[in-house]
């Protein structure tokens, strides 16, 4: 499973869960002021609709236009981070896979 969160300079944001056989759980929501306190809600949220654990996902992923020196950017990036450190010990390690391209 991937963790993958689209940015947009509009103040869109996605955050989606995939599998390797392409199938999703997804969320929207629109963001300007409060991104750091709903991110990681979300995400749980997000993980409860799909039942699954943390320990299921094995990359992440953030996507879209805005620069990496946004707040925006860095939260989810340090977000994604700590996540992947978080997950229990395994013989396959998180993979980041944090770019700025849609």
Do not use: H
């Not at 989606?16 to 056989?21: F, T, V």
């Not at 759980?25 to 750091?36: C, E, I, P, V």
């Amino acid at each position: 499973m991937e963790l993958q969160l689209g940015l947009s300079k509009s103040g869109q944001i996605n955050l989606a869960i995939l599998d390797r056989r392409g199938r999703f759980s997804k969320t929207s929501w629109k963001d300007r002021a409060y991104f750091s306190g709903r991110l990681l809600k979300e995400i749980d949220a997000l993980m409860k609709k799909a039942r699954i654990s943390l320990d299921k996902v094995s990359g992440y992923r953030i996507m879209g236009d805005v620069p990496k020196n946004w707040t925006t950017y860095r939260i989810a990036k340090i977000t994604f981070e700590t996540l992947a450190l978080a997950r229990p010990c395994q013989k396959k390690s998180a993979v980041l896979d944090l770019n700025n391209e849609i």
